[in-house]
């Protein structure tokens, strides 16, 4: 993609840590230089000194703010672990930014936009970044606590699967984020671009959503990763055309859902 920021390596430290739900963690890095992105694209983080893990982690990108590099994250293995314990001026290096972005508005053209749990960032950015083209902004929780309510203003609709917890003055539809849309979508006739990141079940029902109404749609894909550039292989995905794989860290994570293979067994349901 023409004007795209070219990937650095960049070492950095921990500025801070807080817990946003209870189960996710937004990471500020200091960098020693700034860098730039594209909503969608990620970063390959990893530490150095004690903490340093053999292999570095993979995260989108929520923001950047001059030299500060915002992060969201949660604990599912030891690397996330250590991320959790990590405190401010812990050595970090991160390789950014990586990967195909999610594409910028098409014209006058509305777009929807779903994300289900760590698959905020991309999202966030985006909104950020050309809000005034998302105007049907959807996020996805397993329950109220589950949801990062201070990072979600009120160009967001939320849906739990369990309607608990939610706070005092805070609205959750109780179902997913798929359901949402098509609740709010009922009786509108109007075209619109999708733009879905999150668990494999979101996007293959996000797929489904905009191929019932003839719409573009675009998924960023999760999945494991070593490299973070298309050497090591172990994040391929599939092609819808059944002709080989596609590696979602240089040809994505950012696809359109036509390109990809997203049923059970193909994305995968990591």
């Avoid at 053999?54 to 992060?71: A, E, K, Y």
């Avoid at 009786?187 to 079940?201: D, F, K, N, S």
């Avoid at 550039?229 to 596609?246: I, N, Q, S, T, W």
Wanted: neutral net charge; hydrophobic residues 40%; contains cysteine.
């Amino acid at each position: 993609m023409s004007g795209q920021p070219q990937p650095r390596r960049v070492r950095g430290r921990v500025a801070g840590r807080e817990r946003v739900s209870v189960s996710m963690h937004r990471m500020t890095l200091d960098l020693d230089e700034a860098v730039r992105f594209l909503p969608g694209q990620f970063c390959m983080l990893n530490f150095e000194g004690a903490r340093e893990m053999v292999l570095s982690r993979p995260f989108s990108i929520l923001r950047v703010d001059g030299r500060r590099l915002d992060l969201l994250f949660k604990v599912v293995g030891a690397g996330t672990r250590l991320m959790a314990d990590c405190r401010p001026g812990d050595a970090a290096v991160c390789l950014a930014p990586l990967g195909r972005p999610f594409p910028p508005p098409a014209g006058d053209l509305p777009h929807l936009l779903l994300a289900g749990g760590v698959g905020l960032p991309p999202l966030w950015a985006w909104r950020r970044r050309w809000g005034r083209d998302a105007d049907l902004n959807l996020f996805g929780g397993r329950d109220g606590a589950d949801v990062p309510w201070d990072l979600l203003d009120d160009g967001w609709a939320c849906s739990v699967d369990r309607p608990v917890d939610v706070p005092p003055g805070r609205e959750a539809h109780a179902g997913t984020v798929v359901d949402l849309a098509g609740m709010l979508l009922d009786g509108e006739t109007r075209p619109r671009r999708v733009l879905a990141c999150g668990p494999a079940p979101l996007l293959r029902a996000a797929a489904e959503l905009a191929r019932g109404r003839g719409w573009d749609c675009f998924v960023s894909v999760e999945e494991r990763m070593g490299c973070g550039y298309g050497v090591c292989r172990g994040c391929v995905v599939p092609r819808a055309d059944g002709g080989g794989y596609l590696t979602a860290c240089q040809d994505g994570p950012v696809f359109a859902s036509t390109q990809v293979d997203l049923a059970p067994g193909g994305e995968g349901d990591a």
